[in-house]
């Protein structure tokens, strides 16, 4: 994954220090929680909520971030808003429309069938590690953002 080099490159692009990318990125977090060191020093066990504000402040794709060093060329394209509560519904909806039951997919992806049925639940309070998310795209071959994004907006890719 690329989460490290991509923040470095998007902070060299703005001219920015952690602090100042801290404070215009995540102002929602106090001045002293250093988020973009943490990020980029890879301290988080689940980086996806910070992951997921970047992608869209900047208008990137999520897979693009996560899989590939991204450039100038990727930024401000114009992509549905990606939210960990769309998860639910649009992970229920991709692999029933493929016929892929519930049992197969925590095989497949060597996350515990437990684990897999609370995913397919709707429960606000779950959120979905980082790594099980990419996993589960895998598994059922849609991208990071078919997943998170709102089914009723247009993905409309550079």
Do not use: W
Not at 49 to 63: E, G, K
Not at 129 to 156: H, R
């Amino acid at each position: 994954m690329y989460i490290e080099e991509n923040i470095k490159f998007l902070r060299g692009l703005n001219h920015l220090s952690q602090r100042t990318f801290d404070r215009i990125i995540f102002p929602f977090y106090s001045a002293d929680t250093y988020v973009t060191y943490k990020l980029e020093n890879n301290k988080y066990q689940n980086p996806l909520p910070f992951v997921i504000t970047i992608v869209n402040h900047f208008h990137i794709s999520l897979d693009k971030f996560m899989y590939t060093v991204i450039t100038e060329n990727d930024i401000n394209a114009v992509y549905a808003v990606r939210n960990s509560d769309y998860f639910y519904s649009n992970f229920n909806n991709i692999r029933k429309s493929q016929n892929i039951p519930l049992k197969l997919i925590a095989q497949k992806s060597d996350i515990p069938l437990n684990t897999i049925i609370n995913y397919s639940r709707k429960n606000n309070y779950r959120i979905i590690k980082l790594e099980n998310l990419c996993t589960i795209s895998y598994v059922l071959g849609c991208s990071l953002d078919d997943l998170l994004s709102n089914p009723a907006d247009d993905i409309i890719p550079n």
